[in-house]
């Protein structure tokens, strides 16, 4: 069982930026895949950014650009940095992990992007 833990959501101007963290209770290096998913209030939850073994990254058009993914295997932990952010990056945001035929999601974190 793994489990994950995200933070730093929050209320930002647009243009501003946020960075999201999401700890997990393993060692990270043995996820095949760890990203980052956003549901907006009636719509689907779509894909934001992954990354997958050998460190390749895959990222949502809507953010290409904008939002880096990173991880920091010391620390268990993988990043979402999120700039130049827009009213419609507005979602709450779910950390996703896979292992194996497994996978793992966090409760999520609030981005809200207003004046």
């Known amino acids: 069982q793994v489990q994950l833990v995200e933070s730093g959501g929050g209320l930002v101007q647009p243009g501003g930026s946020l960075r999201l963290s999401c700890a997990a209770s393993i060692t990270i290096f043995r996820l095949y895949a760890m990203g980052w998913y956003r549901q907006a209030p009636g719509k689907e939850r779509e894909l934001v950014a992954a990354m997958r073994s050998g460190s390749r990254t895959d990222y949502a058009d809507s953010v290409k650009g904008r939002f880096t993914i990173s991880r920091d295997n010391s620390k268990n932990t993988a990043y979402l940095q999120m700039n130049s952010l827009k009213p419609e990056d507005t979602a709450v945001y779910y950390c996703?992990?896979?292992?194996?035929?497994?996978?793992?999601w966090g409760q999520g974190t609030q981005v809200t992007v207003s004046s």
């Open positions: 996703h992990a896979v292992q194996l035929s497994s996978e793992y």
